[in-house]
């Protein structure tokens, strides 16, 4: 649930919000600002859907560069502490039943968020399994032989 996508605690994704902040704002030279100021200013745009439209268009173009956002474990502000592992060991501020899962269609979903040519060329459908290694890591030899089945499986289809 937690860290689905590595790339967003990374490093590098605080030159993704250098650009999508001069992407909202081209007046704006972000990078005379340190990465606190760039979110300031990225909380300052009244418009919501506006942020999602421009982090999707540059999420399109370049999708590893640009992921997708989900839960992370930790930010040291919001989460403190590990939240992950506070989820494992029951302590959360919830009196009730949590259900998790996921389903074998889930890869599916991908066809809905990545470019289509990514489906139809070996070397480009191998992305998703570094854009989703927060699920699981899949070992290199693995991705060829999944991504091999994949192409014999559809090859009617593609």
Same mark, same amino acid.
């Given at each position: ?16 919000l ?7 704002n ?8 340190n ?22 268009g ?38 009730g ?18 470019p ?17 290694? *927060? ?20 090859? *009617?289809?593609?």
């Open positions: 649930m937690f860290d689905i996508y590595p790339a967003q605690v990374q490093p590098g994704i605080n030159d993704c250098y650009d999508l902040l001069e992407e909202l081209p007046d704006i030279d972000s990078r005379d600002l990465i606190l100021e760039v979110i300031d200013q990225l909380r300052r745009v009244e418009d919501g859907k506006k942020i999602d439209w421009t982090w999707i540059l999420m399109s173009n370049d999708p590893i560069k640009y992921p997708g956002f989900a839960p992370i474990n930790r930010d040291g502000i919001f989460y403190e502490t590990d939240a992950n592992q506070q989820l494992i060991n029951g302590d959360v501020l919830f009196n039943t949590l259900l998790f899962g996921l389903n074998s269609f889930e890869g599916s979903l991908a066809y809905l968020l990545y289509t040519e990514w489906f139809d060329q070996p070397d480009k459908i191998k992305n998703i399994f570094t854009l989703l290694s *927060g699920f699981k890591t899949v070992p290199m030899f693995q991705q060829d032989q999944i991504v091999q089945l994949y192409f014999q499986t559809y090859k *009617g289809i593609i």
